[in-house]
């Protein structure tokens, strides 16, 4: 354990349950610092992960969040290794311990997951000697995605608390979701959740989030409209009768767009089904949309993320 006098007491990032409100904003304001530098033409970092070993594994299929973690880890000099694992090759239980075992024994000095089983990540990072960084795991959580999300926020609205959030479409099988409703709520937002019935997720009331079925009401005087990716891939069964339905109740669409703030925040996690949650006159709008801007604050808070979680190791004074 770090020193509970550090302002980031925790040894991984498994999710945002667990972190407390200042804890958050810490890592926001951290990030910040990297967003300036790395818009910077001469992106100059200052190599403090130098010597370092940083293992992303990842069991689950990604393009922006792996690649925002390796250029996080490069800007900061660390060595980056990537391992993407076969989808059938590693399962749960047994053979996840023996994974964590053998990504012990490479003695990495940091380790990224993301697993398809949720839980998975912290099975792992109860079983090895170095901070982990949950990449998503399942329906879990995906920490790293509602920070970058919560500092594209901060960064055009000034801030997050008191603005009013929706986040449409299939909260069931969103990580996205459950990692945003805890960090938006945390740091003051007020958050609607709005899908369809079998979308919606049993156990929402836990949330302090307020919960719609009909899209245009959850979309009136919306400050942020945060649309989720239909999770197919996700889904045993049918859950939607068609997508085309699908979009006509719950894809944003310009008119629907009109519904909220005039000066409304239009924001997607990527990958996108253009056509279906987002049509793309709404994603590509040039001042309404924070979608690239989303991809940008990933870099910066995952350098922050990485930076922090290895102080400790790297004998930052107060972090011992
Ligand atoms: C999300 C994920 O993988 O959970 N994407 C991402 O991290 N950029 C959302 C999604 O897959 O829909």
Redesign the pocket.
Known sequence: MTSPSTPFPHRHLLGIAGLAPHEIRYLLDEAEHWVALNRAASRKHDGRLEGLTQINAFFEN?T??LLSFEIAGKRLGADVINMHAAQSSVKKGETLIDTAVTLNAMRADVIVIRHQSSGAVRLIADRVDCPVLNA?DGRHE?PT?ALLDALTIRTRKGSVEGQIVTICGDVLHS??ARSNMLCLTALGAQVRVVAPPTLMPAEIERYRVAPFHDFNAALRDADVIMM??L?NERMDGAFIPSSREYHALYGLTPERLALAKPDALVMH???MNRGVEILSSVADHPEKSAITEQVEMGVAMRMACLDVLTRRSRGVAGWA
């Open positions: 990604s922006r969040t998503g995906h995605q990580r996205v989720l990716r999770q996690p990527g990958p």
